[in-house]
């Protein structure tokens, strides 16, 4: 997996803290005071750790960049307009939410639903980190070009990433469209089409 760059201490206070962490909850108690980035500590609701299935191991994982407003409000991940939007998609595609983790590379709403930046990625990583060595999902969706970064490396092209599975530390990674871009760009836009298509396929691969 790759593994972003690390600007300070604070992401390796991170890091130390969440592999110490031995389950999902004790991970998720030790996540929500997380205070490493001052900006999005200050401004944030409340940090959003994800959701995973409880009691057995996910079937897969959904990846996105970061909360959104809604997200943020809630204290769950993609509940919003893109949310809704991947629900339907996931549904069209054969997909079961209900069997999936549901993570975010960034826990916390950068102001004004900015990208994250570099640092803030850094600070955070631990946290998915150890949810992806817990959770164990065989197969991982990275939603967007940030979550696909995280992943594959700081020089992958969305475009060329997307439709077909990347091994990486023995998962198969699929880099698809963000559901906000399917939004931003419409019902008959190339990133809607992508994303189902891709889920789609995604579903076809699952053991």
């Not at 490493?36 to 994982?61: D, I, N, W």
């Not at 509940?79 to 960034?106: H, I, P």
């Not at 836009?189 to 691969?205: E, F, N």
């Amino acid at each position: 997996m790759t593994r972003p760059p690390r600007p300070d201490a604070a992401a390796d206070g991170v890091a130390g803290v969440a592999a110490a962490a031995p389950d999902w909850d004790a991970l998720a108690a030790a996540a929500r005071p997380c205070v490493a980035c001052p900006e999005l500590a200050a401004t944030r609701q409340q940090v959003v750790v994800g959701e995973a299935p409880a009691g057995h191991r996910p079937r897969f994982a959904l990846v996105g960049e970061a909360p959104g407003a809604t997200e943020d409000q809630t204290g769950r991940p993609f509940v919003g307009r893109s949310g809704q939007l991947l629900d339907q998609l996931l549904a069209e595609a054969g997909l079961d939410r209900a069997q999936a983790a549901v993570l975010n590379v960034v826990k916390c709403r950068p102001p004004g639903n900015r990208t994250p930046r570099a640092p803030e990625v850094a600070r955070c990583s631990g946290w998915l980190r150890r949810q992806l060595e817990l959770l164990d999902p065989p197969v991982v969706v990275a939603l967007g070009l940030s979550a696909a970064k995280w992943f594959l490396g700081p020089r992958t092209v969305l475009a060329t990433a997307r439709g077909r599975a990347h091994d990486v530390d023995g998962r198969a990674v699929w880099a698809t469209y963000h559901p906000s871009a399917a939004i931003r760009f419409g019902p008959a836009g190339a990133p809607r089409a992508g994303l189902l298509a891709d889920l789609t396929a995604v579903a076809a691969a699952l053991p």
